[in-house]
């Protein structure tokens, strides 16, 4: 557990991992030249477990983070952020996954997105065997829901970037050792004004993972071939900029580079890779980005958008489940919509 300046949350995300329902483990937390009362929190508890490192000066995460898996004395790590919260059987399950699937290196879980008073936001949905195609694009993995083997982490380099330090590791890692996801919510991940990534240092997040998702493409492409800003923000599912454009042939054309960049992963060997799962993941995430465009559309340029994108018959789903809705003037599910 890295910390920094996290007095707020902080005693009551270590107690959640001092009170694992699994309990014979060191908890290893660094402290990253605090200013504020975090010390004294850490301080403040005796258990034998913890394993605290003081930095004299600020490293950053990565550094940090490094530190502590140097340091660490067991093959398998848990990693969990200083305003988060395990659940009670998170390690024991994690664990136990570990010694029924040896030959896996890195095992995340779902989670469940919550407020700063704890106030439940969303759990994200995500499909396992989707995870080895949308790494190349997305990080799907949260930080604090990961255990992972430390002999791979340094095979490969460990953490290696200022920013966006866990998305370029989780890659890294899969490119050479198996991955898996927990559908299961194992950890409460608390959204707040101090987050990096999402608040304090989000320019700087979102430019090292825009750098990020170029790199992992050309694993597969080449390095010559040619992506604007756009496409690659398409990819990453901030469609703004394409939106901007505000021209259908542009959008055509990021979808025709998504088909090729697809065609690239499945030819090239890795030990995750399940053709299906990256077919249907691709399949998935071309339908997404239409859709998505497309609702930015309107008549008919919404009706000759889907033309172009052969999803015509789409086009005229979307009108009947409209009109019988309308009809039965309730909400209905697909699956209603379909036996009406």
Known sequence: ???????????????????????????????????????????????????????????????????????????????????????????????????????????????????????????????????????????????????????????????????????????????????????????????????LSHVTKKEEYEIAQHKQVLRNIHYYTGKDYQLTYSEIECYRHNFEPLLQKNTTTAVLQCIKKLKYISKRILYKENINLDKKGVEEAFEYKKEFIISFYAENLKGIRRFLFYIQTGYFLTFFIRIRDAILRRLFKINLSDDEIESA
């Not at 890295?2 to 959640?16: C, G, R």
């Not at 508890?45 to 605290?52: A, E, K, Q, V």
């Not at 936001?121 to 255990?147: P, Q």
């Not at 982490?153 to 927990?182: A, C, P, T």
């Open 1 to 195: 557990m890295p910390v920094f300046n996290a007095e707020k949350y902080l005693s009551e995300s270590i107690d959640s991992i001092l009170n694992q329902s699994l309990n014979e483990f060191e908890f290893i937390i660094i402290d990253d030249a605090s200013t504020d009362l975090s010390v004294q929190i850490i301080n403040s508890y005796t258990d034998r477990r913890i394993r605290f490192i003081q930095n004299q000066t600020n490293l950053g995460i990565s550094a940090s983070l490094n530190k502590g898996i140097e340091m660490a004395s067991a093959e398998l790590i848990a990693r969990m952020d200083a305003d988060d919260i395990s659940h009670i059987e998170r390690l024991q399950k994690q664990y136990d996954f570990f010694i029924a699937n040896p030959d896996y290196a890195l095992l995340s879980s779902r989670v469940q997105v919550i407020l700063p008073d704890k106030t439940p936001v969303r759990v994200d949905h995500f499909k396992n065997r989707y995870y080895y195609y949308n790494l190349n694009f997305i990080c799907w993995i949260y930080h604090s829901s990961v255990m992972y083997k430390r002999s791979a982490v340094i095979d490969v380099g460990k953490y290696s970037q200022f920013y966006s330090e866990d998305f370029d590791l989780w890659w890294k890692i899969s490119r050479k050792y198996k991955i898996h996801h927990m559908q299961e919510v194992l950890l409460d991940y608390r959204i707040t004004a101090e987050s």
